[in-house]
């Protein structure tokens, strides 16, 4: 990884899907949101200095398949949702040397109370 690679990113945050995993059949009956930040290491000079898309990673297809994967096919765990969503970006974007993806599902209700919610972060590099 070059120096601007540690330090550039793009960052998609607070994308909020309908989703139904979880371990609770309440959980896949009803589906509830699921938040999803996104943030790319890249080196984007290239994209900085050229202003050509084709040089950086256009975050709309990021959040293209990040729908997908949490309005698709139902899984146990937050965990699983959030290694599909970094494992297809680094799947689909070259220049990218590392992902991190957080999800979170809000106002979890535990044992009787409500947290404001409960969230997953992994981070993946080539």
């Keep these: 990884m070059n120096r601007n690679t540690e330090e ?3 960052l ?20 509830q949101p699921f938040v ?3 943030e790319l290491r890249l080196d984007l000079r290239p ?3 050229s202003d050509d898309l084709s040089k950086t990673v256009d975050y709309s297809e990021v959040h293209r398949l990040a729908r997908r994967i949490v309005e698709g096919e139902p899984v146990n765990l937050t965990e699983t949702v959030a290694e599909r969503i970094a494992a297809k970006v680094l799947e689909e974007h070259p220049a990218v040397e590392a ?3 957080k999800v979170s599902k809000p106002h979890v209700r535990l044992e009787g ?3 404001a919610g409960s969230a997953v972060e992994i981070v993946r590099r080539r």
Excluded: K, Y
Excluded at 12 to 25: A, K, P, S, Y
């Design 12 to 31: 998609l945050e607070g994308m909020t899907f309908f989703g139904r995993h979880g371990t609770l059949r309440a959980e896949r009956e009803l589906g």
């Design 113 to 115: 109370t409500v947290l």
């Design 99 to 101: 992902v991190r993806v």
């Design 36 to 38: 999803v930040d996104v």
């Design 8 to 10: 550039d990113r793009i």
């Design 47 to 49: 994209a900085g200095l």
